[in-house]
């Protein structure tokens, strides 16, 4: 498929919030697929359709465990559990991590490419990706929610790959 352009930090569509996909049709299970290859050139965990300049409500998420890849369209929190400090970042961020509290767990139920209503139940890491995710749907960015004064901005000469 296809590489798409990332949207970064200051692009007012990250601002926005996007609307739900009425039909899956091809161009939906293209775009599907480009941001998943997307996600993977840029080793994340996770892209919203608005990262890549798409307002509709689609994510992918990859945790990269046998079975852990997910295309999810018109995801809803359903209920959360619990609270978990975690460290973020996100591609539209790039150098860019810091500690945001998350629910533990999360229901989620949304569509899949095939149009079938599914739920989701995910703890930890998951949970924490779904939630970043939805949140891009409905306009708002990990920064946003950042614990004041854990913001850092780390050069990219300094990760270890």
């Known amino acids: 498929m296809a590489i798409r352009n990332l949207r970064y930090e200051g692009d007012e569509i990250l601002s926005k919030r996007a609307k739900e996909i009425e039909v899956i049709d091809d161009k939906?299970?293209?775009l599907a697929q480009d941001m998943m290859d997307t996600m993977h050139k840029w080793d994340g965990l996770g892209l919203a359709a608005p990262q890549v300049g798409i307002l509709k409500r689609?994510?992918?998420?990859d945790l990269y465990e046998e079975g852990a890849q997910?295309?999810?369209?018109?995801?809803v929190i359903i209920s959360q559990k619990g609270e978990?400090?975690?460290?973020e970042g996100c591609l539209s961020f790039p150098n860019k991590f810091g500690k945001v509290t998350r629910p533990k767990e999360v229901v989620v139920e949304a569509l899949d490419l095939d149009g079938i209503k599914v739920k989701l139940q995910a703890r930890d890491l998951l949970a924490q990706a779904l939630c970043h995710e939805i949140?891009?749907?409905n306009g708002i960015v990990f920064t946003e929610k950042v614990k004041p004064g854990t913001l850092e901005v780390?050069?990219?000469d300094d990760i270890k790959k």
């Open 28 to 30: 939906i299970k293209v």
């Open 58 to 61: 689609i994510i992918v998420i």
């Open 70 to 75: 997910f295309i999810l369209i018109n995801p």
């Open 84 to 87: 978990q400090e975690v460290d």
């Open 135 to 137: 949140d891009h749907l």
């Open 154 to 156: 780390v050069n990219p």
